[in-house]
C-alpha cells in the first residue's frame, strides 16, 4: 500500500501515447510515447520502452529510450540500456555495455584553459626535443612530449619519435664493424 | 469492506498506478489493470480493470472490463463487465455494461445501459 502513494508504475502491457506530466518519481515497464515531463526521476526498465521527448530532473535508463532527453540533474544509461537521440545534462553516465547514438550536451565545459595551456607547453618541448635529438638526454623527455602532440597533429609527432633510435643503430653497426676489423 | 477488498484483491494483479501528481493528456491502452490516482484526459481503453481512487480526475472515454470509480470521470464508459461507482465519486457521462452498481453517495449524470445485447440488436 505505502509503495503506492507518490510512485507511478507503467506496468509492462500498457501504452500511453500523447504527453505525460507529473511531479513524482516515474517506473516505466511499458510503453509511452509522446512527451514525458518530470518534475523528479524517471527510471525506464529493461522492459520499457520511451519514444519520447523527455524532461525530468534525473532519468535512468535500463530499457529502451528513443528522443532526447534534457535533464536538470543527471542521465545514466545502465548496462542494458539503449538510447538514440540527444542527451542535455549537467551529470552523463554511461556505463560498459550501454549503447547509445546521439549528442551529450553537458552545459559549459571549461575546456579553453586546459588548450591553451597545452599550446604553450608544446612549443616550450620542441626545442628542447630537436637539440637534443643526437645527445642521451633526449630519451627522457620524449615521452611526455609526443603524447601531447599526438591529440592534435598525428602525422609531425609519429615523424619526430622515429628519428631518435638512428643514433642507437649507428652505434651498433659501429660495433659490427669493429668486431669485423678484429678477425 | 468496501476499501479492504480494493487494497487486497486488485493491488496484487495491478502493475500500473498512475500516481495523484501526475497528468496524462493522451491515449492509454493495456492489459493489466490500470490504478489512476492523478489526472488522466483522452482515451483509456484496457482488457482488465480500471481503478479511479478518490484523487483521481478523468476526462477520457472509458473501454474495460471493470471499472470502479471513487474519483472523478467526465466521459463515456463502456465495460463488458462491471461498471462501479463508490460512494463520493462524481461521474458524467453515459456507461453501458451489463453489469452496473452505483453506490449510496455517488454522485452521477447520465444514461446508463445495461442491456448491451439488445441494443446491440435493435
Known sequence: MATLDGSTIIGESILISGSLAGDEDLTVRGRVEGTLTLTRTLVVEPTGMVKAEVQVKNCVIAGVVVGNVTASESVEITREGRMVGDIAAPRVIIVDGASFRGRIDMGEVDVGGERSAREEGRPMARPVARPSLPSRPAPAVKPAEPRKVEEKSAAPALARPAVPPAPVAMGSVKRKVLVKTKK | ?122
Do not use: W
Not at chain 2, 496524462?24 to 482515451?43: F, N, P, W
Not at chain 2, 447520465?110 to 448491451?116: A, C, H, L, R, T
Open chain 2, 1 to 122: 469492506m468496501a476499501g479492504i477488498e480494493k487494497a487486497s484483491a486488485p493491488r496484487s494483479g495491478a502493475h500500473t498506478v498512475i500516481g495523484s501528481s501526475i497528468v496524462i493528456d493522451g491515449e492509454i491502452s493495456g492489459d493489466e489493470d490500470l490504478v489512476i490516482q492523478g489526472t488522466v484526459k483522452g482515451r483509456i481503453s484496457l482488457k482488465e480493470s480500471l481503478y479511479v481512487e478518490s484523487s483521481g480526475v478523468i476526462e477520457a472515454d472509458i473501454e474495460t472490463a471493470n471499472v470502479e470509480v471513487s474519483g472523478q470521470v467526465t466521459g463515456n464508459i463502456a465495460a463488458s463487465d462491471k461498471v462501479e461507482l463508490k460512494a463520493d465519486c462524481k461521474v458524467v457521462g453515459d456507461i453501458r455494461a451489463p453489469r452496473i452498481l452505483i453506490a449510496d453517495g455517488a454522485v452521477f449524470k447520465g444514461n446508463v445501459d445495461m442491456d448491451v445485447k439488445a441494443t446491440k440488436g435493435k
